[in-house]
């Protein structure tokens, strides 16, 4: 790898099976800018236990997920891929950040408050130090640009002031980072509520990667649009949000303009719309499915490819470790 690329950097929490808002909202765009930079994306299993899992579940995941980023075309020659918690330096500078965040920082968390009114059961420390550990997840890499959804800018925010805390005690310790935040397909709506982003807690009106072209084909056909039969395939978001979310779907899979999609269906209603986006999803989805589904078999390739990329990321990252404990005053071994 070339040292002089800018890095990149980022993760997704093994904790339920991937879906096309996270494959045109995130993985696509990690996939299309592998060429011009020095890439890490790792499977979150550390912040992934915040919440109580079923220890086999989340085992299964983590490596099927290994597999689907593969499919979705991190290729694992030019990424850097790996699971966080092979790599125990991200625990080591997690400790150390949390003792420079604040407790007035972490209370004003959104993800905190969410999550902690949703498991009032199991409001745990982690959960209230989830964005340190994830502050140690980007500083040790030195990442230039962090790719995420919208949700996780407040995140990324308090990972620069933390940064920028340290380094005005220490010396320029930390590249301070960016996040990345996607224009097209930032954000797509669950097929049964347009109002609200698509999410694996909605099952029915979300589409998983690896789900077969029947069940794509059945959740498009629930999919919620209208009843609109003047001009129904128009892109107008506030009136007509369901149909503006499929809209967007294909647009994005097929890198037709909204214009374009407009004059394909004029005069055409939902009973052929809708069948178009779902193949469309369906085409663009299958190679992914089929080529993951052929990964997860392959254990050893899968073995060989995650210990090299703990072996990589280890490397830098204890690098930056090892500054960080002569800093703080840790006497060296
Ligand atoms: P949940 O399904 O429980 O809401 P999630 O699928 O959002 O969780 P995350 O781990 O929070 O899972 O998200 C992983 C990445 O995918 C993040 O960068 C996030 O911004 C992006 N993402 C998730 N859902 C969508 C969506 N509907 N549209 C666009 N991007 C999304
Ligand atoms: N918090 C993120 C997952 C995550 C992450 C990271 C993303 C953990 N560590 C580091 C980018 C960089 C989420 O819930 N989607």
Same mark, same amino acid.
């Given at each position: 790898m070339?040292?002089?690329?800018?890095?990149?950097?980022?993760?997704?929490?093994?904790?339920?099976?991937l879906h096309?808002?996270?494959?045109l909202?995130a993985?696509?765009?990690w996939a299309?800018?592998v060429d011009?930079?020095?890439?890490?994306?790792?499977?979150?299993?550390?912040?992934?236990? =915040?919440?109580? *899992?079923?220890p086999?579940?989340?085992?299964?995941?983590?490596l099927? *997920?290994?597999?689907?980023?593969? $499919?979705?075309?991190?290729?694992?020659?030019k990424?850097?891929?790996f699971?966080?918690?092979?790599?125990?330096?991200? @625990?080591q500078?997690g400790?150390?950040?949390?003792?420079? =965040?604040?407790?007035?920082? &972490?209370?004003?968390m959104?993800q905190?408050?969410?999550k902690?009114?949703?498991?009032k059961?199991?409001?745990n420390?982690g959960?209230?130090t989830?964005?340190?550990?994830m502050?140690?997840?980007?500083? &040790?890499?030195? +990442?230039?640009?962090?790719?995420?959804?919208?949700?996780?800018? *407040?995140h990324?925010e308090?990972?620069?002031?933390i $940064?920028?805390?340290?380094n005005?005690?220490y010396?320029?310790v930390f590249?301070?980072?960016?996040p990345l935040i +996607?224009?097209?397909g930032a954000?797509?709506y669950?097929?049964? =509520?347009?109002?609200?982003?698509?999410s694996?807690?909605?099952?029915? !009106?979300?589409?998983f990667i690896?789900?077969d072209?029947?069940?794509?084909?059945r959740?498009?056909?629930?999919a919620?649009?209208?009843?609109?039969?003047?001009?129904?395939?128009?892109?107008?978001?506030?009136? #007509?949000?369901?149909? +503006?979310?499929?809209?967007?779907?294909?647009? =994005?899979?097929?890198?037709k303009?909204?214009e374009?999609?407009?004059a394909?269906? +004029?005069?055409?209603?939902? !009973? @052929?719309f #809708?069948?178009?986006?779902?193949?469309?999803?369906i085409?663009?989805l299958?190679?992914i499915?089929?080529?993951?589904e052929?990964l997860?078999?392959?254990?050893?390739?899968?073995?060989?490819v995650?210990?090299?990329? $703990?072996?990589?990321a280890?490397y830098?990252a204890?690098?930056?470790?090892? #500054?960080?404990?002569?800093?703080?005053?840790?006497y060296?071994?």
């Open positions: 070339e040292e002089n690329k800018k890095r990149m950097l980022s993760g997704i929490q093994p904790s339920g099976d096309l808002g996270n494959y909202g993985i696509k765009n299309e800018r011009d930079y020095e890439c890490y994306y790792f499977m979150a299993d550390m912040h992934t236990i =915040t919440v109580r *899992q079923v086999a579940d989340l085992r299964k995941r983590s099927n *997920q290994l597999a689907q980023y593969i $499919a979705c075309g991190l290729d694992p020659e990424n850097t891929l699971l966080q918690s092979h790599v125990p330096a991200h @625990a500078l400790w150390v950040l949390d003792c420079y =965040t604040m407790f007035g920082e &972490l209370s004003r959104t905190f408050k969410d902690s009114a949703k498991h059961d199991n409001i420390a959960l209230f989830y964005p340190a550990l502050a140690a997840d980007i500083l &040790l890499y030195q +990442a230039d640009y962090v790719p995420v959804g919208e949700d996780q800018k *407040q990324i308090l990972t620069r002031d $940064a920028q805390r340290f005005s005690i010396g320029d590249k301070i980072p960016e +996607a224009k097209t954000r797509i669950g097929l049964t =509520t347009p109002n609200d982003k698509m694996k807690s909605i099952p029915e !009106g979300c589409v690896m789900d072209p029947d069940t794509i084909n959740k498009f056909k629930k919620v649009t209208d009843s609109d039969t003047e001009n129904p395939v128009r892109f107008a978001p506030e009136e #007509k949000p369901g149909v +503006a979310n499929l809209m967007n779907i294909y647009s =994005t899979v097929t890198g303009s909204f374009e999609i407009e394909e269906f +004029a005069g055409k209603g939902y !009973g @052929a #809708k069948p178009a986006v779902a193949e469309a999803v085409e663009s299958r190679p499915r089929e080529e993951a052929r997860i078999k392959d254990k050893a390739y899968l073995e060989d995650y210990r090299k990329g $703990a072996e990589r280890s830098i204890n690098k930056t470790l090892r #500054k960080v404990y002569k800093k703080v005053g840790f060296q071994i």
